[in-house]
Antibody
Framework: EVQLVESGGGLVQPGGSLRLSCAAS????????MNWVRQAPGKGLEWVSY????????YYADSVKGRFTISRDNAKNSLYLQMNSLRDEDTAVYYC?????????WGQGTLVTVSS | DIQMTQSPSTLSASVGDRVTITCRAS??????LAWYQQKPGKAPKLLIY???SLESGVPSRFSGSGSGTEFTLTISSLQPDDFATYYC????????FGQGTKVEIK
């Protein structure tokens, strides 16, 4: 069974930084691309970033480009999202997600609150 | 980028009603479409993947159809637990989501 557990969320001031982690288990992590998705309070779902299995291909939503950095450590079965220059509008629950066997699995999310 | 247009944005229905939600992709995504149910404060719950495959444990009153650019989620007989927000998601390349459909009690 695929399990994804996000951590690292919290309260941060505008302009601050935060690093999210996603611990993966139940599948061969090193062979699958991974994604981050977020949901602001009362809003819909927004894709944030993608990383290929070997980290050779990386993409970002325009809203976070230049501020967020996605990375992974296949030896540790872990996915990361480094978030810099945080803005109020980055306040959201952040989920990591993976597509395996044609279906999608998500974690339970970690809340990031950007506020002074 | 592939855009997903979901309709309606809100739907008022009664227990026992047949409910249909539509999602349209801006270009063909084959069958790489998922449907989710979300309740307040919870993570999205996968209902349907690959357009028409029912996720394990999901009641059979939920069904999905379509391919290419037009997709539908049908709830054959709405139950009290089904009042929630529903999202479609394409995963033919970079992920994108529909805007959501809130199913309310009529």
């Amino acid at each position: 069974e695929v399990q994804l557990v996000e951590s690292g969320g919290g309260l941060v001031q505008p302009g601050g930084s935060l690093r999210l982690s996603c611990a993966a288990s139940g599948f061969t992590f090193s062979t699958y691309s991974m994604n981050w998705v977020r949901q602001a309070p009362g809003k819909g779902l927004e894709w944030v970033s993608y990383i290929s299995s070997g980290s050779s291909a990386i993409y970002y939503a325009d809203s976070v480009k230049g501020r967020f950095t996605i990375s992974r450590d296949n030896a540790k079965n872990s996915l990361y999202l480094q978030m810099n220059s945080l803005r109020d509008e980055d306040t959201a629950v952040y989920y990591c997600g993976v597509g395996t066997q044609g279906r999608i699995d998500w974690g339970q999310g970690t809340l990031v609150t950007v506020s002074s | 980028d592939i855009q997903m247009t979901q309709s309606p944005s809100t739907l008022s229905a009664s227990v026992g009603d047949r409910v249909t939600i539509t999602c349209r992709a801006s270009q063909s995504i084959s069958s790489w479409l998922a449907w989710y149910q979300q309740k307040p404060g919870k993570a999205p719950k996968l209902l349907i993947y690959k357009a028409s495959s029912l996720e394990s444990g999901v009641p059979s009153r939920f069904s999905g159809s379509g391919s290419g650019t037009e997709f539908t989620l049908t709830i054959s007989s709405l139950q009290p637990d089904d009042f929630a927000t529903y999202y479609c998601q394409q995963y033919n390349g970079l992920w994108t989501f529909g805007q959501g459909t809130k199913v309310e009690i009529k």
